[in-house]
């Protein structure tokens, strides 16, 4: 894979993400660095940036682990709908993709209406807009 530049040249939007998650996501971040240290470092300079929530707190439409989003490529004009999962989950013939992919440490933390500039696996800037969020199911 071609190195992915860590910073984008666009404004960031702020983040929200879930204690847990955060946690969880930083653990992961930090096992793949020696296999994935780009994208380790992109995910880790989202978990830094972001504010963190308890589930009580966290924003509806924030992205999460597990969440639905159908997001629009603005330089493609292309509507996708992907789930955001754990590297282990990722399938993207199903629309699962793993939060330890470019796209993946993007997504996370956003909300419905922002738009980031982010790389894409080639390295390219891609302007994405989350359009809806669906959030998993709590258990209860």
Do not use: C, N
């Not at 470019?102 to 500039?117: F, H, N, V, Y």
């Not at 894409?120 to 209860?140: F, H, M, N, S, Y």
């Amino acid at each position: 894979m071609a190195a992915i530049p860590v910073r984008s040249s666009g404004a960031r939007p702020p983040l929200h993400l879930l204690d847990t998650d955060s946690d969880l996501l930083g653990d992961l971040a930090l096992r793949a660095e020696h296999r994935f240290p780009v994208v380790a470092a992109m995910l880790l300079a989202e978990i830094e940036r972001a504010e963190i929530h308890d589930a009580d707190t966290l924003p509806e439409d924030a992205i999460t682990l597990g969440s639905e989003i159908e997001y629009l490529d603005e330089a493609s004009d292309t509507r996708r709908t992907v789930r955001l999962v754990l590297p282990a989950e990722a399938d993207i013939e199903a629309g699962r993709i793993s939060v330890l992919t470019p796209m993946g440490a993007g997504l996370i933390g956003l909300s419905t209406g922002q738009t980031i500039e982010w790389p894409d696996l080639e390295g390219r800037e891609r302007r994405i807009k989350i359009l809806a969020v669906r959030r998993p199911q709590t258990k209860t």
